[in-house]
């Protein structure tokens, strides 16, 4: 899935420049790698004066999620070969040096925890664990299988998440005397060829899903009877699909609405003040980016003392602080889950005022994390979405 594609970076600093500890031999090292632009800087510093001594921070920014997956995924051929003994001479594989914590989405957990790229989280090393809200917490527990099991091991630490959200024209909508607020403007007459679609089928059948008062998560697509015709309804309305230039024909006036992630979203916001945007009512698509452990992470990662934290626990303790979920959330514009379950007097008032950043709990309640489905109901969407698309 190609979320939030407008992941630019520009300016940004590599982080592993940012901090650096003693230069000693006995210095610990904690080496990460996570999405350019979802952690502030500033933490980092904060972070190493919690510890003492104090560790050296190498944390590399990577532009796109998707990176992050090829990277998992090549750090464990070397090792495969290795075991398989296919060894060639002078030529055998140099194992590279894996980081102790990266980013993944959500997304992608089905598919890391099949092909055994990232390993699991032990939960009495995570002190803060009972901070996180009950839907994020059941979204990283899983069996062998990447299937969401109540009974399932811990495979990742949610240190943000955001939703898909409508954004709008304020300027054209004027005209028309209301503006969107729920996924059933989608379907009104006077959005005909005028919206930009995410090119993803789980988005779209599922928005149509919850619009028609079902789940995003639905497994069996021919028990709705009046699906097929919704999304031929709403097809009709459509002027563009696309899950990277979605926004591009929203901010020319080409199109007056357009569905899209949230972090995208607010970029967009801050730079066209013709635009604004809402979380649908009803309630929509959320996503998380969780820190996992390589399956061959180093010594820093993991311990088998209990109770005992290392330096890859303590950072994901540290993220889930009250403190630092409010800057992770003021300053990526991504929200820190830990948020969901504070005091309202707590939140930072800029974040409370920030409905599309953080929806109210009415909302956040009523939405939902696309969860993995069976083949055969993957196929299911794939063939309805080719079907509508073909119209």
Sequence with gaps: MKRRAFLTGAGTLALSQLVAGCQGSKTEILNIRLLRNSIPPQLLNEFRNTIKPSPKLNFAPIPQLKEILKSLETWKKPAEIQNNKLKIPFLSPKQPEIPDLVTLGD??????????????????????????????????????????????????????????????????????????????????????????????????????????????????????????????????????????????????????????WSTDVLKAIKSEPKIAAVVPQSGT???????????????????????????ADQWIDFCWQPKSASAISIFTEAVSPVLINMDGNDIPKDLVKNQLLLPNKQIIQKSEFLHPLSKATEQQYLSLWQEIRNI
Aim: aromatic residues 10%.
């Design 107 to 260: 997304y992608w957990l089905e598919s890391a925890i099949q092909q055994q790229l990232i390993q699991p989280i032990a939960l009495d090393k995570l002190k803060n664990w009972q901070q996180m809200p009950k839907q994020w917490q059941e979204l990283v527990q899983r069996n062998e299988q990447g299937q969401l099991d109540a009974a399932g091991k811990i495979w990742g630490a949610p240190y943000r998440w955001g939703s898909t959200v409508i954004a709008y024209r304020k300027d054209k909508f004027k005209s028309l005397g209301w503006t969107p607020t729920n996924w059933s403007d989608l379907w009104r007459e006077e959005c005909k060829g005028r919206i930009s679609l995410l090119d993803q089928p789980r988005e779209i059948i599922g928005l149509t899903l919850k619009h028609l008062g079902y789940s995003y998560n639905t497994t069996n697509l021919d028990e709705i009877k009046n699906l097929k015709d919704a999304l031929k309804k709403l097809h009709q309305n459509v002027k563009l699909y696309s899950s990277d230039t979605y926004l591009q024909p929203l901010i020319l006036g080409d199109t007056w609405l357009a569905v899209g």
């Design 285 to 311: 698509a959320l996503w998380a980016d969780v820190w996992v452990r390589p399956k061959l992470a180093s010594a820093n990662s993991t311990s088998d003392t209990p109770n005992l934290q290392t330096l």
